[in-house]
Nanobody, 115 residues
Framework: VKLVESGGGLVQPGGSLRLSCAAS????????MRWYRQAPGKERELVAI????????NYADSAKGRFTISRDNAKNEVYLQMNSLKPEDTAVYYC?????????WGQGTQVTVSS
């Protein structure tokens, strides 16, 4: 299993970013995918999830109305569109999947929201 995130960067408050995660090594369409984030000095937290079977999505309260998770099963990619970014969204964002009870993570992509 390999997960590779991209798309992070420095953005001003109120701006937008689109994160991507390229997956390989497993049958992507069969697995639920998640985005987590970890801010300095804080625990890693779940941001968004997209279910494999029907594409149902769910979000942390902090992300509702601003973030959108989506997937392209033909490309083996999952995305996180982030709008109206706030300084408190600054964190390393990780793509995740769980296979046979084992969590797999990418290397993360840094998102910094600052003026």
């Amino acid at each position: 299993v390999k997960l590779v995130e991209s798309g992070g960067g420095l953005v001003q408050p109120g701006g937008s970013l689109r994160l991507s995660c390229a997956a390989s090594g497993f049958t992507f369409s069969s697995y639920t995918m998640r985005w987590y984030r970890q801010a300095p000095g804080k625990e890693r937290e779940l941001v968004a999830i997209i279910i494999s079977t029907d594409g149902t999505t769910n979000y942390a309260d902090s992300a509702k109305g601003r973030f959108t998770i989506s997937r392209d099963n033909a490309k083996n990619e999952v995305y996180l569109q982030m709008n109206s970014l706030k300084p408190e969204d600054t964190a390393v964002y990780y793509c995740n999947t769980r296979r046979w009870g084992v969590d797999y993570w990418g290397q993360g992509t840094q998102v910094t929201v600052s003026s």
